[in-house]
């Protein structure tokens, strides 16, 4: 099982309660993770995850297929122009 270190940006920390966390997904893709994810923090989660985005290696991700190891940053939609 791959841990991961997830960290938590704005409107995704506030529905986490914190700003990091390590989490063991298997397999070790975007979709577990989305999945663990909304499974541990429920609808708040959801909601932020449909719209929002991931840095994986520095790169926004957003396939569930994506392969995942490291550091994961969850980052809410943002609003801006």
Not at 16 to 28: C, D, I, Y
Not at 55 to 80: N, Q
Request: charged share 20%; no cysteine; net charge negative.
């Amino acid at each position: 099982m791959a841990e991961l270190t997830i960290r938590y940006f704005a409107a995704a920390a506030e529905a986490t309660g914190v700003e990091s966390e390590a989490l063991a997904v298997e397999p070790a893709t975007l979709g577990t993770l989305q999945d663990a994810l909304v499974e541990r923090y429920g609808e708040p989660m959801r909601r932020i995850l449909r719209s929002g985005s991931f840095l994986v290696g520095g790169i926004v991700r957003r396939d569930r297929a994506t392969a995942l190891s490291g550091t994961v940053d969850v980052l809410p939609p943002f609003a801006g122009g």
